[in-house]
């Protein structure tokens, strides 16, 4: 135990408490017996999860779709009610609702990024691929409209959540570059491209993959993104 804190907001008392543990984070097992596990945080689908099995082929993604459509709606919900609450002179309603609602996100985000980790628990000897999420947070200019719904999404604080998570579950945690993870086709690697936000298009004719769901493409090449990755580094 180290530090807390008692602060009382619109009536209601907040007490925040700082703990810290020692936990032996790094695995034994050579770099082959890992497994890989690609992690993405996106909006249609608010998490996803892949890994190679025992065969070197990509399991079927675990997703989180219902729950990014639940904080969809909560974010909506509070553009547009604090919005027309703050043009009516209703500041002080605006913040408390804000913080309601916001709460209710975070309350999500704490019960998948949980299930994220309980689920990598269940992989021998895994390791949490995550993104630099610096990148999407600079790069992204999708206009006004998306570029609010994305960059407030909250990529950083899941991403947070479930770094410390898995820390305190001694799960090693690495992070890859999201570049063309999008766009490079899972099957063949081809460059790929994408006719529609939510849509991947393998441009290989011999590729069998054809179209596909692009947030489950992003998510599969990490594994094999993070070895080309390592092997490279180890060159240097």
Same mark, same amino acid.
């Given at each position: ?109 704490? =019960? ?50 479930? =770094? ?54 992003? =998510? ?5 993104? =993070? ?10």
């Amino acid at each position: 135990m180290r530090e807390s804190r008692l602060f009382e907001r619109d009536g209601t008392w907040y007490l925040h408490v700082t703990a810290t543990r020692n936990v032996e984070v790094g695995s034994e097992v050579s770099a082959e017996e890992r497994t890989l596990i690609g992690v993405d945080i996106g909006e249609a689908s608010l998490v996803m999860v892949c890994h190679r099995d025992n065969d070197g082929f990509p399991t079927a993604p675990e997703l989180w779709a219902d729950e990014g459509k639940i904080v969809r709606r909560l974010h909506e919900i509070y553009f547009t009610a604090t919005r027309r609450l703050q043009t009516r002179g209703s500041k002080r309603i605006a913040e408390s609702f804000g913080d309601d609602l916001w709460n209710q996100i975070d309350d999500v985000f704490h =019960r998948v990024t949980r299930e994220v980790v309980e689920y990598t628990e269940s992989v021998e000897n895994p390791v949490l691929d995550l993104e630099d999420l610096t990148y999407i947070r600079e790069s992204m200019d999708y206009g006004e409209y998306m570029n609010r719904r994305l960059h407030g999404w909250g990529f950083a604080k899941l991403r947070a959540q479930i =770094r410390y998570k898995a820390v305190e579950k001694a799960i090693p945690v690495e992070t890859v570059s999201p570049r063309n993870t999008s766009k490079e086709c899972h099957a063949c690697s081809e460059v790929g491209y994408r006719p529609k936000q939510a849509t991947f298009n393998c441009t290989n004719d011999a590729c069998w993959m054809g179209e596909y769901q692009a947030d489950g493409e992003r =998510r599969r090449p990490l594994p094999q993104r =993070r070895e080309l990755f390592q092997r490279t580094r180890d060159r240097r």
